[in-house]
């Protein structure tokens, strides 16, 4: 039975990491130095990271990887990619140089608007409240001017602001939707500290609007907040060739291969159990990409989720179809990124993977991660619909196995001769080294 603590955050860090130690650990010391091996030596930078979160105890690792070759309209980059997923950044790499011999990846900004609201509860007469919301909307917009200044000299600001009835939905529910453009930064932060202001200024004003009876006055603001739905914060990535060009190893019939391509969409496109599957192969691309570059992953995987449901149903988020002899496949999802603010100047990492991309504005990194999820896209398919998954994915797995059995070099080479002709599975593999031990 363990035991609750008072004032947990407050401790320093050894006193956490002792507590937890003895807390929960049968052999404490062994944690504690599992915990500090973690330490980065370079005590400034663990400082740094440290302080990103309350409680930190430690880092976790998860690799960084590249994916060179990326052919993007017109222009090679090399994509970082955050993942632990032991085949991800091998099939990017795959896909990357397939493209880049047939044209490679087309990427397109359709459009960059951001999304805000105020929930609010107002108990009265609708009409009232529309011609309440016409007089002070300049105002809404007057008393956030010291918060937008800067943001409308880079050419971003607050778009609109419109009142939105929502009582068919929910008793006396009304918002304010406001919509924003950001620039380079996700905008987060300035987002939700308009709203606050549009809050408060919603609040003053009822107070002294003659029309209000008293009920109407007092308006209840339930909460202001960004929406991470952006369905109008869009990119595009596509990639097309005649099929006769799509023949490779694995490719032998491109007629064939474009069929069962297509036809593996469609069934994404009509089927929820296999377009959440579909869907995660492109988050594989897109997550590492947003988490190389610190962007907010959760974000942008609560917004295209609910961008893939938009119909009512959830379906797939890339689409393919050969016409007049040429294959075309091409996904859009709604992106909100930054490449200023947040995490990018603060995480070394993080700024190095923007250096990688050239410092990329924040649409540009939009088509970045839009190419890298529909390269992983690709790579996916054209592997389930010629060999299987498994292959590919367990020979990139057959190196985590063997570190967890801890093999010597003399074990690996063995291993790895051996299962370039064999199935690699968990147990054959596991049977392998310990028969090799014997
Ligand atoms: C595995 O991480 C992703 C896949 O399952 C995606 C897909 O099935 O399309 C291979």
Redesign the pocket.
């Known amino acids: 039975m363990n035991n609750p603590i008072a004032g947990f955050s407050k401790l320093s860090k050894e006193q956490k990491i002792n507590w937890i130690a003895k807390e929960y650990f049968s052999s404490p010391n062994d944690a504690i130095e599992l915990i500090k091996n973690y330490w980065n030596s370079d005590e400034k930078l663990q400082k740094l990271h440290d302080e990103f979160i309350e409680n930190t105890i430690t880092n976790f690792y998860i690799p960084l990887g590249v994916a060179p070759n990326f052919l993007i309209n017109g222009k090679y980059s090399t994509i970082p990619m955050a993942i632990e997923?032991s085949?991800?950044v091998a099939a990017a790499s795959k896909s990357a140089k397939f493209w880049s011999e047939r044209g490679g990846f087309k990427a397109t900004v359709i459009d960059t608007e951001k999304i805000g609201q105020v929930h609010f509860i107002y108990r009265g007469d609708t009409s009232k409240l529309e011609l309440f919301f016409a007089q002070i909307k300049s105002k809404l917009f007057a008393n956030t001017e010291s918060m937008t200044k800067n943001m409308q000299k880079r050419g971003g600001g607050i778009l609109d602001i419109r009142l939105n009835d929502k009582t068919n939905l929910l008793e006396n529910y009304f918002q304010l939707h406001a919509t924003f453009e950001t620039k380079d930064s996700m905008g987060a932060n300035f987002i939700n500290s308009c709203l606050e202001q549009f809050a408060k200024t919603l609040k003053d004003e009822a107070q002294n609007y003659s029309l209000f009876s008293d009920e109407e006055k007092d308006i209840q603001v339930v909460m202001s907040i960004l929406s991470n739905y952006v369905p109008n914060c869009i990119v595009r990535a596509e990639v097309s060739c005649p099929v006769a060009n799509l023949k490779e190893k694995n490719i032998e019939n491109p007629e064939d291969f474009a069929q069962r391509f297509v036809q593996a969409v469609q069934i994404a496109e009509v089927e929820p159990f296999r377009a959440v599957?579909?869907n995660?192969?492109i988050m594989?691309g897109v997550d590492a990409v947003v988490l190389a570059t610190g962007n907010d992953f959760r974000a942008v995987e609560a917004g295209i989720h609910a961008y893939a449901a938009k119909s009512g149903q959830y379906t797939s988020l890339s689409h393919a179809k050969v016409e007049n002899g040429i294959f075309s496949f091409w996904l859009e999802i709604p992106l909100a990124l930054g490449t200023v603010g947040g995490l990018t100047s603060l995480h070394p990492l993080v700024k190095l993977s923007l250096e990688m991309l050239e410092n990329p504005s924040a649409k540009e990194l939009m088509e970045f991660v839009a190419v890298a999820g529909l390269a992983q896209?690709f790579a996916?398919?054209r592997?389930?619909t010629t060999t299987g998954?498994q292959e590919g994915?367990m020979k990139m797995h057959l190196n985590n196995i063997l570190n967890q059995y801890n093999t010597t070099d003399v074990e690996r080479l063995a291993t790895s001769r051996h299962f370039k002709s064999n199935a690699v599975t968990h147990s054959a593999v596991v049977e392998f080294i310990e028969n090799l031990r014997k």
């Open positions: 997923e085949s991800v599957t579909h995660k192969g594989n896209n996916a398919l592997s389930l998954i994915h």
